[in-house]
């Protein structure tokens, strides 16, 4: 596995989660790293993404509330996503590209009362 997500779950609306993306040594530190999310019956979108740099950039709907951040020596993404809303529900999968695009397995975020 390429890149091995975690950290998704059922949490309640206004509940904090972190998600968690480790790429394995085929892929290079300098791959720009990103969430994508998508939602029963809609099309897969971004939500956010990172250069090598840490230059972010965020879906409008998710500025203020998330944020994407990464330790290149652990070659590892975070999102941490605050204030959640049920609308945050779905499949949340990590995106490595170098050259080359590399998919990570999806994790279920789910955000019910």
């Known amino acids: 596995v390429q890149l091995q997500a975690s950290g998704g779950g059922l949490v309640q609306p206004g509940e904090s989660l972190r998600l968690s993306c480790a790429a394995s040594r085929s892929i290079p530190s300098s791959a720009l790293m990103a969430w994508y999310r998508q939602a029963p019956g809609k099309q897969r979108e971004l939500v956010a993404r990172?250069?090598?740099?840490?230059?972010?950039d965020y879906a409008d709907s998710v500025k203020g509330r998330f944020s994407i951040s990464r330790d290149n020596a652990k070659k590892t993404v975070y999102l941490q996503m605050n204030s959640l809303k049920p609308e945050d529900t779905a499949v949340y999968s990590c995106?490595?590209?170098?050259?080359?695009?590399?998919w990570g397995q999806g994790t279920q975020v789910t955000v019910s009362s």
């Open positions: 995106y490595a590209y170098a050259g080359t695009g590399f």
């Open positions: 990172i250069t090598p740099g840490g230059t972010t």
